[in-house]
């Protein structure tokens, strides 16, 4: 055991973080993940006196002392001024050191946040119990007031590090909210606070229906749960802002390991607002002890295949499917930290679903153990899982990411995804092991198909690139040489440039002209996938990747920063603001159109089988009733159920089943992102295994 006397003499040449070039530094003082020391706020002030002295025991000297200075901000998120971290093994026993500490961000590294000093000494404590939980106990029994409150060693806050879950809260948006200005609208924003956790919204200028569909987390420290206070209020430039109204969420209420949808009426005011919450429990469980939850529970898994069986076909449309993700452990992750570590723990997203893993600290290979279950809405869902590094005083940092489409999971397989990076273009450091099963009742599958995919409400906005705008481009442009080649074929036809290949296109043309009728045009269709499918299944697969777009996707994540840079050095976005969303639609409108010719060519290219399937199902149904029943019948049943879909079901969404069917159809990009990379023959868990073995 030890004994470190710290004395926070002075910081100098310190970051600006408030608008008049000023800052309100403290100083937090951190071994492993546990903070020791809290120094007082030195308000308007680049150069901070402190002179602040503080008591430390330490079981060894392997974990470094961390050193974090914010700028606080009353009623925010204090904003980071640097860090830095002393080597505790390179000290002298029984000798004061001064100490010059310099201050870097790690995401910045080149800029110049000022230095920190202090004075030091390390003091060994013979005699001691080894046992370091049996001595902090006696050590805290036999602390002076002052050294409670410098070394936060209390019982009472120990428990409050213990966090027990973390609250996923998901602001969607605002309805009829009270006009608070004279032109009968607002300037909305929102803040939530639970316990000493707090949170505000960004501002929605204008609007009594504000869109703000921002994600964020608080952490639950009390096993019972809590109550999250939200207040609304309207921005007044140069006033106090005005109070909207308040609402409450009482967390005990809410069932845990699950996403809840809640409109919540304000008080003391008008309007609604709209939330997702999920609670996600925190401790490592291990997967054989979750029998409740495990498909290896041969009853269980009886009761969901009879659930989802074919013969419940009408029992709970909108109930399609079953998914349990077993998100067993990593290996090879980024180092986010300084130290070379990472703190990483998992996000799994399924639609607007979002569950958490506990966190792992100080590990680039952890293992979770943590089963999370979902019920399938849409067979055609991607299943998302993110691995970041937790910073508890900054936004956690993005290590990998995999996506993964339902119908693509092989049930019961234990398998090695390779991690992407942001874009899902190409492979960053690290694999990640998950066991996916998938149970669904394919005949909901297939009416879900037919309706209108889930809206997801948390999606990164889209934003000018270079890159992009080109990538778009020349996707659409593939998609009209097709019809354009093809149109150049027909007409070397008429001009009986071959003629053999004239002569057949006359029969050909007399035969179908003459024999011509309606149904053959879904027949025709039903012809071309099956002839396709018969090349796939011989080992003539006539589906290509198209190269150019491949190579754009994985250059795209470097193009994107190089524009960046380029925005920042010129301001030729920002001063341009109006062009910029005139450029961002024309190049929304540009991938639009080309992911609907993608979609279409890899319907009849068996890109997604089951889709293929339904596909033929249909045509073949087609075929039949156009061929038995004539055409004014159709279409007069057509235009029946079209005049009348208002007057049946007066909140029913208009949509076109033909366009639902192809949204579900990946587009060439997609195919590149949700293609599985091969991980490294090292990280086989059969070789590992026999590596230990060994």
């Known amino acids: 055991m030890y004994q470190l006397d710290i004395t926070l003499r002075r910081g100098q040449s310190l970051a600006a973080r408030d608008r008049g070039g000023t800052s309100d530094p403290y100083v937090k003082f951190k071994i492993g993940r546990k903070e020791v020391f809290r120094s007082k706020t030195i308000h308007k002030n680049l150069n901070p006196v402190w002179e602040e002295k503080a008591c430390i025991l330490i ?80 050590s805290w029994k036999r602390s002076s007031k002052f050294q409670t409150q410098s070394l936060r060693l209390s019982d009472q806050h120990r428990k409050s590090h213990l966090w027990r879950g973390i609250v996923s809260i998901t602001l969607i948006e605002g309805r009829d909210l009270k006009a608070m200005d004279s032109n009968g609208l607002s300037d909305p924003y929102v803040k939530f606070r639970l316990g000493h956790q707090k949170y505000k919204s960004k501002i929605m ?34 006033k106090r802002d005005d109070f909207i109204g308040r609402c409450q969420v009482d967390l005990s209420s809410l069932s845990r390991e699950q996403t809840h949808k809640l409109e919540l009426q304000l008080e003391e005011g008008e309007g609604h607002l709209v939330l997702l919450v999920t609670l996600t429990a925190s401790a490592t469980v291990s997967i054989s002890d979750l029998s409740v939850n495990s498909l290896e529970d041969q009853k269980e898994r009886e009761e969901i295949l009879k659930r989802y069986s074919p013969l419940r076909i009408f029992h ?82 993005f290590l990998g990411k995999v996506a993964i489409p339902l119908l693509s999971i092989q049930n019961g397989e234990q398998k090695a995804y390779v991690l992407k990076n942001k874009q899902l273009t190409g492979p960053t450091k690290g694999v990640i092991y998950l066991e ?92 071309l996938l099956t002839w396709n499918y018969f090349l ?7 589906r290509q990747r198209d190269t150019v777009v491949e190579d754009m996707l994985e250059d795209e994540e470097e193009d994107d920063d190089k524009d960046d840079k380029d925005s920042e050095k010129k301001g030729f976005i920002n001063k341009i603001y109006a062009i910029q969303e005139v450029c961002v639609s024309v190049q929304n409108i540009l991938d639009e159109v080309a992911s609907f010719g993608e979609r279409i060519k890899n319907t009849f290219n068996w890109t997604v089988p089951f889709l293929s399937w ?15 029943i004539p055409l004014r019948y159709i279409v007069l049943v057509w235009g029946i159920n079209k005049f009348t879909k208002k007057l049946r079901s007066p909140y029913a969404i208009d949509n076109n089943e033909l366009l639902d069917f192809l949204s579900r159809v990946p587009s060439d990009v997609q195919v590149v992102q949700y293609q599985e990379l091969k991980p490294d023959p090292s990280h086989s868990p059969y070789k590992r295994k026999k590596n230990n073995l060994g």
């Open 536 to 542: 796939i299944i011989s080992g003539k697969d006539n």
């Open 205 to 238: 200028p204008k609007t009594l229906n504000p869109q703000w569909r921002e994600q964020f987390d608080f952490h639950l420290y009390e096993e019972r749960g809590g109550i999250i206070d939200i207040t609304a209020w309207d921005k007044d430039a140069g």
């Open 436 to 527: 996916i099963d998938v149970i669904f009742n394919a005949v909901k599958a297939s009416l879900r198909t037919l309706i209108p995919k889930e809206q997801k409400y948390i999606e990164e906005e889209n934003r000018l690139s270079k890159q992009l705008l080109l990538r778009n481009f020349i996707r659409t442009k593939h998609c009209v040489m097709v019809l354009v080649s093809a149109a150049y074929y027909l007409n070397s036809c008429f001009e009986w440039e071959s003629p053999p290949r004239s002569l057949a296109a006359f029969v050909l043309f007399l035969f179908v002209v003459w024999n011509f009728e309606l149904y053959t045009i879904p027949l025709v269709l039903l012809l």
């Open 59 to 138: 079981d060894h000297l392997r974990e470094p002392l961390y050193i974090k200075v914010f700028d606080y901000d009353f009623g925010l998120q204090d904003d980071f001024m640097g860090s830095a971290f002393l080597d505790l093994t390179q000290l002298e026993l029984n000798r004061p050191t001064d100490v010059t500490l310099t201050l870097k961000d790690p995401h910045y590294p080149d800029h110049d946040l000022g230095i920190i000093l202090l004075s030091v000494v390390l003091t060994p404590k013979e005699g001691e119990p080894r046992d370091v939980t049996m001595l902090m106990r006696k």
């Open 316 to 397: 709970n449309l909108k109930d399609v499917g079953f998914l349990q993700v077993k998100v067993i452990r990593a290996e090879g992750l980024m180092a986010a930290d300084v130290t070379g570590k990472s703190d990483p723990f998992c996000v799994v997203e399924l639609n607007n679903d979002r569950l958490l893993t506990h966190t792992v600290y100080k590990n680039l290979n952890p293992e979770w153990n943590k089963v999370f279950t979902f019920n399938v809405k849409d067979i055609h869902s991607v299943l998302e899982v993110t691995v970041y590094d937790e910073d508890r005083d900054r936004s956690a940092d």
């Open 614 to 628: 339904l596909a033929i199902v249909a045509l073949c149904v087609f075929t039949v009733i156009l061929y038995f």
